[in-house]
């Protein structure tokens, strides 16, 4: 196989991924209502099919050809090497802003490979879960590393790594409640990173102003503490009540943010301290470039467990390619034509 014959490869994936959604066999029939004609012109149904099944990414002697690298992406066989790869790309191409969010995805697949799969109640979550720093606004992904274990100590560590990929330039990280405790705040913020999100009593939050034992705040009304080390746990009444935990945010400032409430047409302001505004507008990142690869997501149906990467790995490429193409041609003066 040439590499001509692989971006032709590539240009049929991502072409079907676009615009086709009736799977591979129906794209290459011959038939009027649902063929693809260009498909067939590019190679055979056959020859497309060859090429899947025969894709590899193994890589022996990983240690001489990327030495070290995140653990987790290094222990998955066959596309360790793609991944560490399109990792330091994605690292290397684009310097984010200031604000960034930490969350998990999922690459889709119903593979037996079960170290590898998130179980979920849903039977389409099933894959294999990946952790990602991504720029708020944007959803470009920064940087990555896929889930192995299920220990606490495993999801920390995991998410160290990652923010040593931005750490000394004091980014602004917002993260969910299984992410955060006391441990990561204090490490986070060694390295010149701001750490922020939800928390969980049990992951440090402190429990005389826990949700459990105060219950007489109004919609609107906060209560906080601060640790010797500047460590904030601010306790907010939303719909319910929420706890916040930050290692950066002043627990005296004050915002607001809209709410509908009941009998009201309009949403009304609600105080609401910073934090929380922050953590609203600055959190989606990573769901922003899950709905951006669910758009036009080339994947394809598979009985190999690490075909799933691949099919994630060119539908990221894509979203973060067309922000990077964005901001060049926003910052030479061109628009897109209406």
Avoid at 293 to 309: D, E, P, V
Wanted: some cysteine; glycine content about 6%.
């Amino acid at each position: 196989m040439t590499r001509v014959r692989l971006e032709q490869w590539l240009s049929i994936v991502y072409g079907l991924g676009v615009s086709y959604k009736r799977g591979i066999n129906s794209a290459f029939s011959s038939s009027w209502l649902m063929g693809v004609p260009w498909v067939s012109k590019l190679m055979s149904c056959t020859e497309f099919k060859r090429i899947k099944s025969n894709l590899s990414c193994d890589v022996k002697n990983i240690d001489k050809v990327y030495p070290g690298g995140v653990g987790s992406n290094r222990d998955i066989a066959k596309i360790e090497v793609l991944l560490e790869m399109f990792r330091e790309r994605c690292k290397q191409v684009y310097q984010p802003g200031e604000h960034l969010s930490y969350n998990e995805q999922v690459a889709k697949t119903d593979s037996r490979y079960t170290a590898l799969r998130q179980i979920l109640k849903h039977k389409k979550y099933n894959g294999i879960q990946i952790y990602s720093v991504c720029e708020a606004g944007s959803g470009y992904l920064v940087t990555f590393a896929t889930k192995f274990g299920d220990a606490l100590r495993a999801r920390e560590d995991a998410m160290m790594s990652l923010l040593a990929d931005v750490q000394g330039r004091w980014h602004r990280v917002y993260a969910d409640n299984l992410f955060i405790n006391l441990r990561v705040l204090r490490d986070a913020r060694d390295i010149s990173v701001y750490l922020c999100g939800t928390a969980r009593t049990n992951f440090g939050f402190p429990r005389p102003i826990s949700k459990d034992v105060v219950k007489d705040l109004s919609k609107g009304e906060y209560t906080w503490r601060m640790s010797d080390d500047g460590i904030t746990a601010i306790l907010w009444h939303d719909t319910v009540p929420t706890q916040f935990l930050s290692n950066f945010h002043n627990p005296e400032e004050v915002s607001s943010v809209f709410r509908r409430s009941k009998g009201q047409r309009e949403r009304q302001a609600r105080s609401a301290p910073q934090v929380a505004v922050d953590y609203n507008k600055y959190m989606g990142g990573v769901d922003q470039l899950d709905s951006l690869r669910g758009t036009a997501t080339c994947n394809i149906m598979s009985m190999k467990w690490w075909h799933a990467s691949l099919w994630w790995i060119l539908d990221t490429t894509m979203v973060n390619a067309h922000h990077v193409y964005s901001v060049e041609e926003e910052k030479v003066g061109r628009t897109e034509p209406p």
